[in-house]
């Protein structure tokens, strides 16, 4: 699932249309999607309300690829089994809400789940490292979180070298990947996969484009 040699592309399903999810996801998977995106927000941690374990279950029916599913809570300790459950394949909670992340991910793991934190753009990188070693993937918002569609905030690129040198010099750069979300495109995308990236979350620019395969490819070989 991890594959340390080359950029994952996850298309995040708040772009595509809720009426023809299954159609919508089943074109970005022929397109050479690597990972769906899922956005779950709950309304409380960030202003606005989605996604929940519901249709991440029948998501998991038809999907023929790994569902990442990032969960925007406020109680993240108290629902997070409910998405691996459902069929989550990575679970990615917000540093900001655990009461325990340590127990979370160590919970996580024990499903057979991959684990991620999320950090929003103004958590330092520095809440994350003394449970980075326990990752799989660390996540970079690089927008507010709340909405599709926002514009990349220019020091996420800073806030990606900043974490990947070190996790370099901790030598868990083999081992636990860096994924961006919020305002990726061509020209935001290659600034922070050179920074470090490896996992971009496009919504708009993939699900929007006239050419999805071409859109893909282009995160993909950056």
Same mark, same amino acid.
């Given at each position: 699932?991890?594959?340390?040699?080359?950029?994952? #592309? *996850?298309? =995040?399903?708040?772009? $595509?249309?809720?009426?023809?999810?299954?159609?919508? &996801? %089943? @074109?970005?998977?022929? !397109?050479?999607?690597?990972?769906?995106?899922?956005?779950?927000?709950?309304?409380?941690?960030?202003?606005?309300?989605?996604?929940?374990?519901?249709?991440?279950?029948?998501?998991?029916?038809?999907?023929?690829?790994?569902?990442?599913?990032?969960?925007?809570?406020?109680?993240?300790?108290? #629902? *997070?089994? =409910?998405?691996?459950? $459902?069929g989550a394949d990575?679970?990615?909670?917000? &540093? %900001? @809400?655990?009461?325990? !992340?340590?127990?979370?991910?160590?919970?996580?793991?024990?499903?057979?789940?991959?684990?991620?934190?999320?950090?929003?753009?103004a958590t330092p990188?520095?809440?994350?490292?003394?449970?980075?070693?326990?990752?799989?993937?660390?996540?970079?918002?690089?927008?507010?979180?709340?909405?599709?569609?926002?514009?990349?905030?220019?020091?996420?690129?800073?806030?990606?070298?900043?974490?990947?040198?070190?996790?370099?010099?901790?030598?868990?750069?083999?081992?636990?990947?860096?994924?961006?979300?919020?305002?990726?495109?061509?020209?935001?995308?290659?600034?922070?996969?050179?920074?470090?990236?490896?996992?971009?979350?496009?919504?708009?620019?993939?699900?929007?484009?006239?050419?999805?395969?071409?859109?893909?490819?282009?995160?993909?070989?950056?």
């Amino acid at each position: 699932m991890l594959t340390p040699s080359r950029v994952l #592309v *996850a298309p =995040s399903i708040l772009s $595509a249309s809720p009426l023809f999810f299954g159609r919508d &996801i %089943e @074109a970005v998977e022929k !397109a050479g999607a690597d990972w769906h995106h899922v956005d779950v927000m709950d309304g409380h941690f960030v202003p606005n309300l989605t996604f929940g374990p519901p249709l991440i279950k029948e998501l998991k029916k038809v999907s023929k690829i790994p569902l990442d599913v990032h969960i925007m809570v406020s109680n993240p300790d108290d #629902v *997070a089994m =409910s998405y691996i459950d $459902a069929g989550a394949d990575l679970l990615v909670f917000h &540093i %900001e @809400a655990a009461k325990d !992340a340590k127990n979370l991910i160590n919970a996580i793991r024990a499903k057979g789940v991959k684990v991620g934190v999320a950090l929003n753009p103004a958590t330092p990188i520095e809440s994350v490292y003394e449970v980075a070693p326990l990752l799989d993937v660390i996540m970079l918002m690089s927008v507010n979180p709340g909405f599709g569609g926002q514009s990349f905030i220019e020091n996420s690129v800073a806030r990606v070298k900043a974490l990947h040198d070190w996790l370099v010099a901790k030598q868990l750069d083999r081992k636990v990947r860096i994924e961006v979300d919020g305002g990726i495109n061509e020209e935001t995308g290659r600034r922070v996969v050179e920074a470090g990236a490896s996992i971009l979350v496009a919504g708009t620019f993939v699900y929007k484009a006239a050419d999805q395969k071409h859109a893909i490819n282009l995160l993909k070989t950056l």
